[in-house]
């Protein structure tokens, strides 16, 4: 016989709940890394429109300029008028705006599509991470961001796979992924719900200080280390050539590769974030980071680069769930919202920001694979200034007698 403890008790968020926002947070990784083997057909395809040399590049990370703008903005709604919801819309619509493409043949058009896109994919960048830190306590929010980590590796080989074989058909099939959409967003009506402790903080009316000096603190470090992650995304296949390996295939296997540590640095952050302080983690994944964009820049052959991207991406594989952690620990159910809001923003900023951070530092270098040494250099003093400035803040004063 049920009691009316048992009928009010609050819905409880498990594996099918965890499951569904897991797979939903790489959504927004289909806008670039989806179009990546279609550029080349794209920019054929469009060569006889003016500016298409600009315009088709901007429209491939168009929509990581609106997450950029925009994910602040989506913060501030869904802490005001709630998170599952808009995360089903907006997963929706991604799917329908995603696929557009294959349907128009205007560049002005796609270069539409690829901005509605973006709005689309900030607010399930940031209902996604909000919906981690509100269903879950710490311990599992650790198992969900490692098991997030750990799959991403897959996913993005599994993904550049698939849009590979879809780019020989036509110039516009590979949008034909983001039609993936729209059974996550049918699977989401159904499991996703609002979160009990939210929907009663609203009801009581109670409202918490949004706690700005712990965003801007997260924000910024995250800003930092999103761009030195960056570099090594958008331009460790340059260096291949001055080791002697040419071959797209050749290279494209190599940094697949590679990829394995991301696996393994994902599966290394729950155990890391279970018994090292915040200054630790992000020190740690700072300087290994560092070390790999470092002996990157000085390999002298293919076994080399390819191990020290290896040495690379197992600190990539740290960082994003160690700041996402590290930020949700000092946010409320009233504002976890906008927290992981500017926490996207910040991470989308670091992409644009990562490109002009090669740029400047060549001008001083004189070539790219001083480039990344100087970089990693960097990365690993930023590992020592931050982790130690992280620590220091987080011991408790000392008694006063």
Known sequence: MSTATDIDAPRQAGLPQGIVVVIASFLPILAIVALAPAVPRMMAHFAGVPGASLWVPLAVTAPGLMVALLSPAMGWLVDRHGRSRLLVVATAVYGLVGIAPVFIDGLPALFASRLLLGVCEAAILTVTNTLVGDY??????????????????????????????????????????????????????????????????????????????????????TLLASSIYYVYIVQVGLLFPGVGVTSPDTIGMLIGLANIGVFFGGLLFKPASSRLGTGWQ????????????????????????????????????????????????????????????????????????????????????????????????????????????????????????
Request: charged letters at 10%.
């Open 136 to 221: 879950f306590d710490e311990g599992r929010r650790r198992f969900w961001l490692t098991v997030q980590s750990a799959a991403q590796p897959f996913f993005g080989v599994s993904l550049l796979v698939l849009s590979g074989m879809l780019s020989g058909v036509g110039w516009n099939t590979p949008f034909l992924v983001y039609a993936c959409a729209i059974p996550i967003a049918v699977a989401m009506a159904f499991l996703l719900f609002e979160p009990a402790k939210r929907s009663q903080t609203l009801l009581a009316g109670a409202v918490a200080g949004f706690p700005t000096r712990h965003v801007l603190i997260t924000s910024g470090v």
């Open 282 to 401: 992000i020190g740690i994944f700072f300087a290994l980071m560092g070390a790999g964009l470092l002996g990157i820049g000085a390999s002298a052959s293919a076994a080399q680069l390819t191990a020290f991207c290896t040495v690379q991406q197992l600190g990539a594989g740290l960082c994003i769930p160690t700041l996402l952690l590290w930020t949700m620990r000092g946010l409320s159910d009233e504002n976890r919202g906008r927290g992981m809001g500017f926490w996207s923003c910040a991470f989308f900023v670091g992409q644009f920001v990562s490109p002009a951070l090669v740029s400047l530092v060549t001008v001083f270098s004189h070539g790219l694979p001083l480039t990344f040494v100087a970089i990693g250099a960097g990365s690993i003093a930023l590992a020592i200034i931050v982790g130690m400035a992280l620590s220091a803040s987080a011991r408790p004063a000392p008694a006063r007698a």
